[in-house]
């Protein structure tokens, strides 16, 4: 009932390839004389206001009245415009999310590697790091999760009909963090049963309130199936089974920095365990 003919439709979200040519025909098949463009979303969450005037924005349009118009109105808000075909714009906004998930997943395999060889990874990272500019975009790990790169990197396997082996190892990787952990603390402890641990942070990445698809849940499930008591705290987050974090802080065993929320840093826990994947507490990578 909104669409009229002359409208401009404009997809943003991102999408399987092929799903706005398919729209447009379907559109057209049915009487609508409208411009149909795939014009993706490429902001970071939290940082919309400031992205939408500093990045390029990609114009995915199969005809040159419909790239006008979208790049006439996108043109308005981004410092520059690109080009594309729908399905190149489609695939465009897939590889990157996936790229982004891959890089996540090469630090958290790194990581690994170096937890299993007993050596310290901040110190690997430092020397990898430090003034040499071709490894200056190696992640640090941490768990990849949330909305937009598991279910996008999972999306373009999708696409190559399950060819994409790439892909599929960087999901066994990141998603397989959480079982990491918590074998490696079975191991340290003799089993977990009778333990409590207290779980920082329960959004997908610092400083969000997004909960969506955060590895954190998936983290306190397993230890629960591994026979600790969870205990969970974050600043952001709205979910009644959270707790205060002075009591996540006396009440537990072992604490797990889930997300790295800046109110975390330097955060005093009277001695107590804990595993800080990201390093971001102020005394490097520890597990």
Request: glycine share 8%; charged share 25%; hydrophobic share 40%.
């Amino acid at each position: 009932p909104h669409l009229r003919d002359g409208a401009l439709v404009a997809l943003r979200s991102t999408v399987y390839p092929g799903t706005t040519g398919y729209v447009a025909q379907h559109l057209a098949e049915r009487g609508c004389r409208v411009d149909v463009a795939f014009c993706p979303e490429r902001i970071a969450e939290g940082h919309a206001l400031e992205e939408l005037h500093t990045l390029p924005q990609i114009i995915g349009a199969d005809d040159d009245r419909a790239a006008e118009r979208a790049t006439e109105l996108f043109g308005k808000l981004a410092r520059k415009t690109i080009r594309t075909t729908t399905k190149e714009a489609e695939l465009a906004k897939l590889f990157t999310n996936t790229w982004r998930y891959m890089k996540f997943a090469v630090a958290n395999q790194f990581f690994m590697i170096a937890d299993q060889a007993g050596v310290d990874y901040t110190n690997i990272l430092r020397a990898i790091r430090e003034d040499y500019p071709r490894a200056v975009d190696l992640p640090g790990p941490g768990f990849a999760a949330g909305p937009c790169l598991f279910k996008d990197t999972m999306q373009l396997a999708a696409f190559t009909a399950d060819h994409f082996p790439l892909g599929q190892a960087a999901m066994q990787v990141n998603e397989g963090l959480p079982a990491y952990i918590v074998s490696a603390l079975e191991r340290r402890y003799g089993g977990l049963t009778g333990k409590t641990v207290g779980i920082l942070g329960m959004a997908f990445k610092a400083e969000s309130d997004d909960p969506r698809a955060s590895l954190s849940y998936k983290l306190r499930k397993l230890l629960s199936w591994a026979g600790a008591r969870v205990v969970c705290t974050d600043p952001y987050v709205q979910d009644d089974r959270l707790v205060a974090l002075d009591s996540v802080i006396k009440e537990s065993d072992i604490l797990i920095l889930g997300a790295p929320h800046k109110p975390y840093r330097n955060l005093e826990v009277g001695g107590k365990d804990v595993v800080d994947v990201w390093g971001a507490l102020g005394e490097g990578i520890r597990l």
